[in-house]
């Protein structure tokens, strides 16, 4: 199994996990990560408001857990952006700012544009792109199901096959850190036109498939700045 077979085995997995998503606890999962997986998913649906405590002996008593999980929780979420905690203070949900939209987009044209091009590349050389095609496959029975979480989960792993296909160890990884901020924002901003996302990362497909790296480059470039004024609009409040 090549490197690339291997990154697709394990988006197609995340997908289906992800659209099979269950409260319960997963056999094979661990305390630590269901209790993380549980405050993320909180955090990304508003049930935690932004800005609000996070209360270490609240947490465990809702959830039914001892203190250690969510100890070991928290800072998995600090590191992707979900919760900020200051010294000798308690964790607080992280708050969008402008400024922060912003810098996820930068950040985004930098790493997808990059991801594009080599996915085309790649796939011309004869890489697989069954991980794209299930993905992208995965955010269409989740448009139908009108679930907006799975919608922007979805989403998510579309922009991540296309960084696994890359075959770059390191953009992949790149784009994991910045993962989860990115479902936020999609669900945040689940006010705009999905069907014509989705209908992007199909001629984004499209570019790649044809192994046009130019053209996969370009299309990636126009796909995520169309979003950035949009995502600000809903993103700021009135008055702002």
Known sequence: MTAVD??????NRGIRAKEARVTSIAPEESL????YRTLRRRIILGQYPQGSRLVESA???ELDVSRLPIREAVPQLENEGFVRTLPRRSSRVSEWTAADVTELFDVRLSLETLAARLAAQQVASGASPAALHEAIAA???ALDSEDWLLVAETSTIVHEA???IAASALLASLMRAVSGRMTWLFYLT???DQHQQSEEHQGLLEA??????????SIAFTHIEKGRAPSLRLMTPAGE
């Open 139 to 141: 955010e269409h029975r």
């Open 208 to 217: 790649i498939l044809a192994g046009n790296d130019r053209l996969a480059e």
């Open 32 to 35: 630590t990560a269901q209790t």
């Open 59 to 61: 947490l465990a008593a």
């Open 6 to 11: 291997a990154a697709a085995t394990r988006l």
């Open 162 to 164: 296309i960084a696994e």
């Open 190 to 192: 689940s006010a705009r």
